[in-house]
């Protein structure tokens, strides 16, 4: 299990010594949530903050875009090679065409699906994407409780994959605590993103291991 900490939970007035915190503490990647005021009611940070990121770590980013106008927030942030880079399915009319766009300029190409949008728009797509990021929360906040109705997407989805013989990640965002994490490694998660139950920890490295189920 792969464990990402949403920085969005970070405290914004010591990012850097909150950023290094979480990479020592055992983060395999960064969460960066990009919210434009549109697709989501929040406004988060753009790419000179994530530069500034990139200088104090060599941790992976997943770069989680909540916009509107997708391809141009991609082509934005293609420039700083995340290890991803994920848009909404519900904000994208031509998911194929971009996902074939961003893996080009070497990048790994993820869809999100809000917590109401079924599995079977992951049909046709599935072999064009190196990830699928399932919210178990309404994005546009740090610190929202869980929907549990994640865990038939994930099954169904783990379903959809193995079928097509795929390559993809399941990774998971939104309430992801230390209760749910091992329900979620057995439904098929790959990936989970927390925020408030890591930074809100007294120890980010024992919250970090329980969330990687190891004790
Ligand atoms: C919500 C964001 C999440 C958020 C998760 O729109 O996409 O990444 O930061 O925060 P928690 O873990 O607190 O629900
Ligand atoms: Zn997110």
Redesign the pocket.
Same mark, same amino acid.
Do not use: E, K, R, T
């Given at each position: 299990m792969y464990v990402a900490p949403?920085l969005?939970?970070a405290n914004f007035l010591k990012l850097e010594e909150d950023v290094k915190a979480v990479c020592e503490a055992g983060a395999d990647l960064l969460?960066i $949530?990009v919210m434009d005021g549109h697709f989501?009611p929040n406004l988060t940070f753009g790419p000179c903050v994530i530069k500034n990121i990139q200088k104090i770590s060599n941790t992976p980013l997943d770069v989680?875009l909540?916009v509107q106008n997708v391809s141009s927030f991609v082509d934005m942030f293609l420039p700083l090679k995340p290890k991803f880079i994920s848009f909404h399915i519900e904000a994208e009319n031509h998911p194929i065409r971009l996902c074939e766009h961003i893996k080009k300029q070497g990048v790994n190409a993820g869809i999100v699906l809000n917590p109401h949008t079924p599995i079977s728009m992951m049909k046709h797509l599935i072999d064009y994407v190196d990830l699928v990021l399932l919210?178990s929360?309404n994005?546009?906040?740090?610190?929202?409780e869980f929907l549990p109705l994640v865990y038939e997407k994930i099954s169904e989805l783990r379903e959809l994959i193995d079928k097509k013989n795929a390559k993809v990640f399941i990774e998971v $965002?939104?309430?992801?605590n230390g209760l749910n994490a091992s329900n979620l490694e057995e439904a098929g998660a790959d990936i989970l993103?927390?925020?408030?139950?890591i930074f809100s920890s007294k120890d980010y490295k024992t919250a970090i291991s329980s969330l990687k189920l190891e004790f």
């Open positions: 949403s969005l939970s969460h $949530d989501v989680h909540m919210m929360v994005p546009g906040f740090g610190g929202q $965002d939104g309430g992801v993103v927390a925020g408030s139950y």
